[in-house]
């Protein structure tokens, strides 16, 4: 079944960097786009990014560009996003979620958590 | 950005009867292709998202058929016709025409 794994969360300090992972099976990763999307403790979603099936176009919410970078590898069914310089506010629930035009299928999250 | 702006924001329901959430977006979502990119999502507590509707009133598979979702242009409303335990959580709404992605601020259901 189609399934996908993030990874990579953990507690870091501001300014810091880390890198998600998620690792997706059950479908053909290579005809999808895929999505971050966070969820801050108590609050709502918050969409992040998005990089088409093929990696040829990325798009940022506001809150992050210039700092995260969204990216993907096809032949290893993984899709990453890179944080850098991060900020107390980043401190959220990181989902990977499949689609392009909608989300049909989210993955169970993993935690960041940016404090000194 | 898109604002999706959804009400109410809280939504306390007796087992058996109807629901209704509202959400509106500051533009038309209707896309370039002709499709209306308006998806709603179910969050349980603890829980990942759950997509349960997409274009607006394209149920998802294995969702009950007590929900259903309507709406045009820039005015959406998901409606749960006899809510059930199963049924409390979080609704988002979103939207999938404009960039940025959006949703909305999410609407908790709890049983009376």
């Known amino acids: 079944q189609v399934q996908l794994v993030e990874s990579g969360g953990s507690v870091v300090q501001p300014g810091r960097s880390l890198r998600l992972s998620c690792a997706v099976s059950?479908?053909?990763?290579?005809?999808?786009?895929m999505h971050w999307v966070r969820q801050a403790p108590g609050k709502g979603l918050e969409w992040v990014a998005l990089i088409w099936h093929d990696g040829s176009n990325k798009y940022y919410a506001d809150s992050v560009k210039g700092r995260f970078a969204i990216f993907r590898d096809n032949s290893k069914n993984t899709l990453s996003l890179q944080m850098n310089s991060l900020r107390a506010e980043d401190t959220a629930i990181y989902y990977c979620?499949?689609?392009?035009?909608?989300?049909?299928?989210w993955g169970q999250g993993t935690t960041v958590t940016v404090s000194s | 950005d898109v604002v999706m702006t959804q009400s109410p924001l809280s939504l306390s329901v007796t087992l058996g009867q109807p629901a209704s959430i509202s959400c509106r977006s500051s533009?038309?979502?209707?896309?370039?292709?002709?499709?209306?990119?308006l998806i709603w999502f179910q969050q349980r507590p603890g829980q990942s998202p759950r997509r349960l509707i997409y274009?607006?009133?394209n149920r998802d598979s294995e969702v009950p058929d007590r929900f259903s979702g309507s709406g045009s242009g820039t005015d959406f409303t998901l409606k749960i016709s006899r809510v059930e335990a199963e049924d409390v959580g979080v609704y988002y709404c979103?939207?999938?025409?404009?960039?940025?992605?959006?949703f909305g601020q999410g609407t908790k259901l709890e049983i009376k």
């Open positions: 979620a499949r689609g392009l035009a909608g989300v049909d299928v």
């Open positions: 533009q038309s979502l209707v896309s370039s292709d002709g499709n209306t990119y």
């Open positions: 059950g479908f053909t990763f290579s005809s999808y786009g």
């Open positions: 274009k607006v009133s």
């Open positions: 979103m939207q999938g025409t404009h960039w940025p992605r959006t």
